[in-house]
């Protein structure tokens, strides 16, 4: 599988700023996703990022308060946009290539004061 | 819509005690996969297994096996002989085919997850 980094690994912010997390894979893949999981919580689907296209966005996410980009088959950003305190979450990011099964990176914990 | 349920919210066992994780699911497809996901107190997501559809027989790989029966729409996974780092939360997630075409285009619906805790 392919091997996932991102960046941060963790932060802390202050309400009303905007972080942005990178994913970077070592392997060309096909799809790649973002997901948040709130404290104690499950896995949400944000959005798909599409290479050299707008992503596409789960119905409750939104592109202006989490704009993405993917100029490449290895590479994302995602940026988390006016943060508040209801931001603070872990935000994962997946790649997928022929097949369907999804491989996550190690996520960045996200704290908003 | 699709729909994954883990009605086991939290489990505790002693070391060495075999234990099962329930999954249930829900979708209109006829064609789509399953898996189980662990994730460690670190946080990162681990991938275990993935099912597909018609593919109903049980797998087994060391202390892990998994059942699937598509006529109860479960697919549950067993540990066994448990082990203290066994202790994480543990995810079943439904695949959703979307879109035509070539290229895989799924959505992952996880159910809420099963903390499983493992005492010495």
């Known amino acids: 599988s392919a091997v996932i980094s991102q960046k941060p690994s963790r932060d802390i912010c202050q309400r009303g700023t905007s972080l942005t997390i990178q994913c970077q894979v070592d392997?060309?893949?096909?799809?790649m996703f973002w997901y948040r999981q709130q404290p104690g919580q499950s896995l949400t689907l944000i959005a798909t990022a599409n290479q050299g296209s707008e992503a596409t966005y789960e119905s409750g996410f939104v592109i202006d308060k989490f704009p993405i980009s993917r100029p490449n088959l290895t590479f994302s950003t995602l940026t988390v946009s006016n943060m508040s305190p209801e931001d603070s979450s872990i935000y994962l990011c997946?790649?997928?290539?022929?097949?369907?099964?999804?491989?996550f990176g190690p996520g960045t914990r996200l704290t908003v004061l | 819509a699709q729909k994954v349920t883990q009605a086991q919210t939290e489990i505790s066992v002693v070391e060495k005690e075999d234990v099962t994780l329930d999954c249930v699911y829900e979708t209109r497809d006829t064609t789509y996969y399953l898996f189980w996901y662990k994730q460690p107190p670190s946080g990162e997501l681990v991938f275990l297994i993935r099912?597909?559809?018609?593919?109903?027989q049980n797998e087994i790989s060391g202390r892990y096996s998994w059942n699937f029966q598509k006529s109860t729409s479960s697919f549950n996974f067993t540990i066994t002989a448990s082990q203290v780092v066994d202790s994480a939360v543990y995810f079943c997630a439904l695949s959703e085919a979307r879109g035509r075409g070539g290229g895989s285009n799924y959505k992952l619906t996880f159910g809420k997850g099963t903390l499983l805790t493992v005492n010495p």
């Open positions: 997946s790649v997928a290539g022929s097949t369907d099964t999804q491989y």
């Open positions: 392997s060309q893949v096909t799809m």
């Open positions: 099912r597909n559809s018609f593919d109903e």
